[in-house]
């Protein structure tokens, strides 16, 4: 591969790798052209969680094969490197069977092993030093995973005791503004601290996000490596019955100064507005119980009783004033109390990080482009650039995808001296596919440029 004058792989140098039409990955007709996906009678998610057909349809037409594999393969090379050969696959069958430690030698073995077990769920693990198929002819202890993306799992049910909109695995676009939170601080976060390049955000398909991290710093990681960047990053401490779980220095750090920053922009559209932190008692009571002052909590509780339809925002200047009396009145209580709204803002607005995810390097987590079992919805990519115009239930389903690569191929019938189209870029999954092949460019730019450094370093001798 050339290398401009720059010393920088050029996109268009890269282009070629992605080059695949739609019959170099599966000969096989698209069944829809024949059976309407109306006439199914059954709602697109229903049909996404109990149909193999579906899933052979989308693994067969829609699943983005070749950028996924040149991502996992981290290599110009089409052939398969050891880092794609000994990386752990576990595939969830439809009947509830777990499959782990699954590996492929090459791409076709990989695609051609979807298309027969059409998973509900793909999971990816780390790279073991032998491939993960031949664990058992080796002892227990010989079999060690030795790299793999940093990644955080971020998940909206640890968010129910503050969000009021919906529980359990049920999201909108009102509590959906604590991920959009989660991505902006933990993104420039690792790029600015840690200088991660390449991150990749993924909507998990029903209830939250996962980063992966590609660089191959961060694939190198070890465990109490990892763990030391979560500690960094975690600011949220404490179990459910812990009515304060943050407490920061009177001087944040740079780092916290900057997602204060950023905390301050969704704040009031959070507390104010969609969740009615400030509005109703059993969640304003939640609020008060962080204040470590029983005057003040008591004060406070008597006011917006007898003005329980008071303006959010004037409750929260009421709060700011009653703190600011009470130390005017009792300096020493300065130490306690000065920052509480501070800490506050941060309780009901920063990432939580599951940790368990991030700092074991064998831990499991779901592929990018599945097939969320509840929602039917495609696991996408979400562009942190405009990570604030996403709304979870805007990915698509299969039978979506179906739908509208029929009425593609009907409003554009073939023609030779036009470039053949594979079938996610007919249809709504394309700006997705889009995003990750951006991602993945970046990692093999960064790849060509170290093996060209490394070949002029080796001729130098």
């Known amino acids: 591969m050339d290398i401009d004058t720059n010393n920088k792989t050029s996109d268009d140098e890269l282009d070629h790798m992605f080059d695949m039409d739609d019959s170099n990955v599966f000969r096989a007709d698209n069944p829809w052209a024949r059976a309407p996906v109306e ?13 193999p057909l579906l899933l052979k349809l989308f693994y067969q037409h829609f699943f983005p094969m070749k950028p996924y594999f040149q991502w996992l393969n981290y290599d110009i090379s089409p052939t398969p490197s050891r880092t794609f050969m000994n990386r752990e696959f576990c595939f969830t069958l439809h009947d509830e069977t777990y499959i782990r430690f699954q590996s492929y030698k090459t791409m076709d073995e990989f695609r051609q092993e979807l298309a027969r077990l059409c ?33 955080f799992d971020i998940d909206m049910t640890d968010y129910d005791e503050i969000r009021t909109c919906c529980s359990g695995g049920d999201v909108c676009t009102k509590c959906w503004e604590f991920m959009t939170v989660a991505m902006k ?24 996000i996962h980063c992966w991290i590609g660089d191959e710093r961060a694939r190198k990681l070890n465990n109490e490596q990892r763990k030391a960047i979560v500690s960094y990053l975690e600011v949220i401490k404490g179990g459910t019955q812990q009515g304060r779980k943050v407490k920061l220095p009177n001087t944040l ?29 059993d969640n304003w009571e939640k609020v008060l119980a962080i204040i470590p002052d029983d005057g003040v909590q008591a004060s406070l509780r008597s006011e917006w009783e007898k003005s329980p339809t008071r303006d959010p925002s ?43 995810v991030s700092t074991n390097i064998n831990h499991l ?3 990018p482009f599945c097939v969320h079992p509840k929602t039917g919805r495609v696991c996408v990519p979400i562009p942190i650039e405009t990570c604030e115009e996403f709304d979870p239930k805007s990915p698509p389903t299969i039978p979506m995808l179906a ?22 870029q007919k249809t709504s999954l394309r700006g997705h596919v889009e995003v990750f092949e951006r991602f ?22």
């Open 39 to 51: 006439s199914l009678g059954a709602s697109a998610s229903d049909l996404a969680a109990d149909s």
């Open 365 to 367: 987590l779901k592929s």
């Open 440 to 461: 993945v460019k970046g990692i093999l730019r960064d790849v060509a440029e170290k093996k060209k450094m490394e070949s002029s370093k080796s001729l130098d001798f």
């Open 185 to 208: 601080i933990i993104d420039v976060a690792l790029r600015d601290d840690f200088g991660f390049k390449h991150l990749l955000w993924v909507y998990s398909g029903r209830r939250g």
């Open 119 to 151: 998973p509900a769920k793909i999971d990816l693990g780390a790279i073991y030093n032998i491939r993960p198929k031949d664990k058992s002819m080796v002892r227990p202890a010989a079999f060690i995973p030795v790299s793999k993306e940093l990644v």
């Open 314 to 356: 004037k409750k929260w200047e009421d709060l700011k004033d009653a703190i600011g009396s009470a130390i005017a009145a009792a300096p020493k209580k300065r130490q306690a109390l000065e920052h509480v709204p501070r800490d506050i803002m941060f309780q009901y607005t920063y990432p939580r990080l599951d940790e368990k």
């Open 403 to 424: 739908k509208e690569l029929d009425e593609y191929d009907a409003k554009h019938p073939p023609s030779e001296n036009e470039p053949k189209l594979q079938a996610w």
């Open 253 to 281: 750090h740079p780092s916290l100064s900057r997602s204060y920053d950023i905390i301050g922009q969704h704040f009031p559209s959070i507390v104010f507005d969609s969740q009615d932190v400030l509005t109703e008692p």
